[in-house]
């Protein structure tokens, strides 16, 4: 059975990741070409592209910490950055390029798009993937009644029958004329009962 919140964290990491991927394009875009066209240490026309892909991390970030739609958070970024990382690499180029349009942002040079074409994609995304997926998993185990998980682990057992190994009490071999049940005596060895009072 699958985490509701976590599928809805699924379809937030879609979108989140999408809108982070044009962003990243337009900043990272708009960082590069500043830093050619001005050969000096002037930090101040690329500062704030810089500072705008810091807090796109650190969104990104914020929501896959978060312990409810986290996990989904991150398995739907994965998802959408490995998707589109491998059919930017193996679709025609022309059909590259309009697809690339898809995270143009209003204003935006499509030439820009063009760095998203180096494979970093991929990796990031299988990357964001794998770890989502595992930890989605790893809650919906948590999630389960624990009786669901006995059943499991030993077939034929259900809720309302309790496990063989508990609440099975101690009882050990009565001797003939032995008030309470108790370790059997050695040979010869008169009981409790038996003894001169």
């Given at each position: 059975m699958g985490n509701p919140k976590a599928l809805a964290g699924l379809v937030v990491g879609v979108v989140v990741g999408w809108?982070?991927?044009?962003?990243?394009?337009?900043a990272g875009t708009q960082l590069y070409t500043r830093r050619l066209q001005r050969f000096d240490t002037d930090q101040s026309a690329t500062l704030p592209y810089l500072v705008a892909l810091i807090a796109i991390g650190l969104v990104l970030g914020l929501l896959m910490s978060v312990s409810s739609i986290g996990s989904g958070v991150m398995?739907?970024?994965g998802l959408l950055m490995t998707v589109v990382g491998v059919a930017l690499q193996v679709l025609p180029i022309r059909t590259t390029i309009d697809a690339v349009k898809l995270f143009e942002l209003p204003g935006q040079n499509t030439r820009g798009l063009i760095l998203l074409m180096d494979g970093a994609l991929v990796v990031v995304g299988v990357l964001l993937?794998?770890?989502?997926?595992?930890?989605?998993?790893?809650?919906?185990r948590r999630s389960m009644p624990p009786y669901y998980l006995d059943s499991r682990a030993q077939p034929g057992l259900y809720p309302h029958q309790p496990s063989q190994h508990s609440q099975q009490p101690a009882h050990y071999p009565q001797q003939p004329g032995q008030i309470w049940p108790g370790p059997p005596q050695p040979p010869g060895r008169p009981g409790p009962q038996d003894r001169p009072h």
């Open positions: 809108l982070a991927v044009a962003l990243t394009a337009y398995t739907g970024v993937l794998v770890a989502g997926a595992r930890r989605m998993v790893a809650e919906s």
